[in-house]
């Protein structure tokens, strides 16, 4: 069984915290499909035994590609892999270009999960964020998803930005409670080089809220949703009902296959990652080529390490007695160290598992280098 992701890179404006790769130049759209349905036909031999286990459209904006081509892109991932009816299957939305999708139609074809870019409440931030939709956009959208009897709705929110402080975080808290979203990806800002606002704060422009502040921010966070309902099952995910099959499968690094710009694959021991210019994209697939840029092959300590490092992403934690039987390790003397320096305040054992502790997600960071040291 594999999961799919497909990477659509347009947008209809660029954010100004965004270092994705994506593209305002709409005009390049049906090229693109043309040749990413190529690089499909290019994977199917490989893939046509796997089982398709989740589906996710990323981006870029996948909604800005319009109702004709979605529904043509929907069927032609139907025709091409082994698809059953009913696995999860995830498309990122912007508000701005969702409100005008038939959802019903899509939901027709497969789609049963979607997952808005909301970001904040506040017009303010939005505009600071160079978010181009409005909070009448969000609402028009989660009615035209509640009528196509869509329930599994995620909500992207970031917070930490610039000159943020506890009462803008309330004031989000607030407005999305309102919200039917049954699932919240709630992101810590991280300022990217290269990209307007990531610039500002490198240079001194914007000023970050302080670590102390940012993480009162994540508590506060982490409790109003707890109050709301909403289920921590990884440091930035919450629901009500159910996690992200597809974003599970990375962190529990099961195999997945990317397609499209940019886009990453985990098979087995090997790892690749396609070319990131939509010239070279474009002229390797004409060339009957697969769009690789790079592949390393993972040696099993590399595998044991990554699922060591993902696992502490989730609240269940280390997975201890199943990775003693994937590679014949007695965990507790392998990571002697990093153990006996992290129960307590970082780190827990409940059961067999190892998991964070409320301030050792804090400090994430620091514990997963003690695992790393370790062999
Ligand atoms: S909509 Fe998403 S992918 Fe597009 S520019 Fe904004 S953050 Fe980046």
């Known amino acids: 069984m594999i999961s799919l992701y497909i990477h659509l890179p347009f947008c209809h404006g660029k954010c100004r915290y965004c270092d994705f790769v994506s593209t305002t130049n709409m005009g390049l759209i049906d090229d693109y499909l043309q040749v990413l349905f190529k690089e499909m036909d290019l994977n199917q031999e490989k893939f046509s035994k796997e089982k ?37 299957w995830t498309m990122e939305i912007n508000p701005e270009s969702g409100k005008n999708l038939d959802f019903e139609a899509l939901a027709y074809r497969g789609l049963n999960r979607v997952s808005m870019g909301i970001q904040s409440g506040q017009d303010q931030i939005l505009k600071f964020l160079g978010r181009i939709h409005c909070q009448e956009d969000v609402l028009t959208c989660l009615n035209q998803l509640e009528k196509a009897g869509i329930q599994e709705i995620n909500g992207d929110f970031i917070f930490g930005l610039p000159n943020q402080d506890l009462q803008d975080i309330e004031k989000d808290l607030n407005y999305l409670k309102n919200l039917p979203l049954s699932h919240l990806s709630y992101y810590s800002f991280i300022p990217e080089e290269g990209t307007p606002l990531g610039d500002g704060v490198l240079e001194g422009r914007y000023l970050l ?49 990317g397609l499209g710009l940019n886009a990453h694959s985990s098979y087995g021991n090997k ?61 507790s003397k392998t990571f002697k160290e990093a153990l006996d320096k992290n129960l307590g305040r970082s780190l827990v054992q409940e059961e067999n598992n190892y998991r964070l502790t409320s301030y050792g997600r804090d400090i994430a960071n620091r514990v997963e280098l003690d695992f790393y040291t370790c062999l």
């Open 52 to 88: 398709i286990r989740t589906i996710y459209l990323g981006g870029g904006t996948p909604s800005s590609l319009g109702q004709k081509r979605l529904e043509k892109l929907f069927e032609k991932i139907r025709d091409t892999f082994q698809v059953e009816d009913g696995i999860e």
């Open 209 to 257: 809220p302080e670590e102390e502040l940012d993480r009162a921010m994540a508590h506060k966070i982490e409790d109003a949703l707890k109050d709301l309902g909403y289920k921590q099952y990884e440091v930035s995910n919450f629901t009500k009902k159910n996690p992200c099959r597809h974003n599970l499968a990375y962190w529990e690094v099961k195999d997945y296959l």
């Open 271 to 331: 790892r690749w990652e396609n070319v990131s210019s939509f010239q070279e994209y474009f002229n390797r697939i004409k060339d009957r080529k697969r769009p690789i840029l790079q592949s390393t092959s993972l040696t099993n300590q590399d595998r044991l390490l990554e699922k060591i490092i993902l696992s502490l992403r989730l609240n269940r934690g280390i997975p201890v007695k199943e990775l003693e039987k994937d590679y014949k390790i007695d965990f």
